[in-house]
């Protein structure tokens, strides 16, 4: 139920559901069916459904106050807790899969090794399933996109690396009028659903360029994967293991029309991590200056 809390919390700053979907990066449909669950589960209703606005009732603003107390006791769980226990306990660390394969290896055997009696559990997954399980408190922290959404008050992030995307094509064709490119042959597309993804779709709306989809893919191997095939060409980004690319890929600059992926860390604030916690997330940021982007 919390999550359905922070998200009534939203609706009632935001003004309207779809302001608050925006602003917490959930679709209108979604807060709304957040809504109406909660409804069902307190068993009365908490908006005078009239126009867009989502006004709440008398019950609404006294479960509203309740909800902001709620909220601000989940995100304290655990503060205060001898050490040691914290120490016993599993760190949960999310990471998206170009984030496992670059540093997350040494990272994790450098933490081992200085916390003897510690665990950890690596959760893989796209970078909104991360975000919402780190906002839910089912993970300490996660390596993900950064949300193209403000963050609320109780989580911080923590920008490590700037991704250039390049436009990636098969090694025999020829040419570097990118804009060209796009426009003329099968395009193999960074999944909408996606952060990145998201950013790709934007870049096309903005550069006023129709492109013809092949294929959907959310795994930047399979992308890059299918473009070194002949499937088609590519926008994505240029990640830590990708400085090298594959020799049947050729990358192509968008010289001063380049964009970015933000990677970071998302995580609750310091008093919400145990000790071993906030180290982990210490070497994680340390891990990340010789991985810098590529201007």
Request: aromatic share 6%; hydrophobic share 45%.
């Amino acid at each position: 139920m919390i999550r359905e809390l922070k998200t009534l919390i939203a609706v009632a700053r935001e003004g309207t559901f779809s302001a608050a979907g925006e602003k917490i990066g959930l679709t209108q449909a979604a807060v709304s069916a957040q809504m109406q669950r909660l409804e069902a589960e307190l068993g009365f209703a908490l908006f005078d459904r009239t126009g867009r606005s989502a006004l709440l009732n008398a019950a609404g603003r006294q479960t509203l106050a309740q909800a902001e107390e709620l909220v601000r006791l989940y995100g304290n769980l655990g503060a205060g807790t001898a050490e040691d226990a914290s120490a016993a306990r599993v760190i949960a660390i999310g990471a998206i899969a170009s984030a496992q394969r670059s540093v997350l290896p040494d990272v994790l055997a450098r933490f081992h090794k200085q916390h003897e009696g510690c665990r950890t559990r690596v959760v893989p997954g796209v970078s909104m399933s991360l975000f919402d399980q780190v906002d839910a408190g089912e993970l300490d922290m996660a390596l993900i996109i950064r949300p193209p959404f403000s963050m609320h008050g109780d989580l911080r992030w923590t920008t490590l690396a700037r991704e250039p995307f390049r436009l990636l094509v098969p090694r025999q064709l020829k040419g570097d009028d990118w804009a060209e490119i796009l426009a003329s042959h099968p395009f193999v597309r960074y999944d909408r659903v996606s952060f990145g993804g998201r950013q790709v779709e934007r870049f096309l709306r903005a550069s006023h360029l129709g492109v013809q989809d092949v294929c959907e893919v959310d795994e930047l191997e399979a992308i890059v994967g299918l473009v070194a095939r002949g499937l088609g060409v590519a926008l994505a980004p240029e990640t830590a293991p990708h400085r090298r690319w594959p020799a049947a890929v050729r990358a192509i600059d968008l010289g001063h029309h380049t964009f970015h992926r933000e990677v970071g860390l998302v995580h609750r604030g310091s008093r919400s991590l145990s000790a071993a916690a906030r180290a982990l997330s210490a070497l994680v940021g340390a891990a990340y200056p010789a991985l810098a982007s590529v201007p």
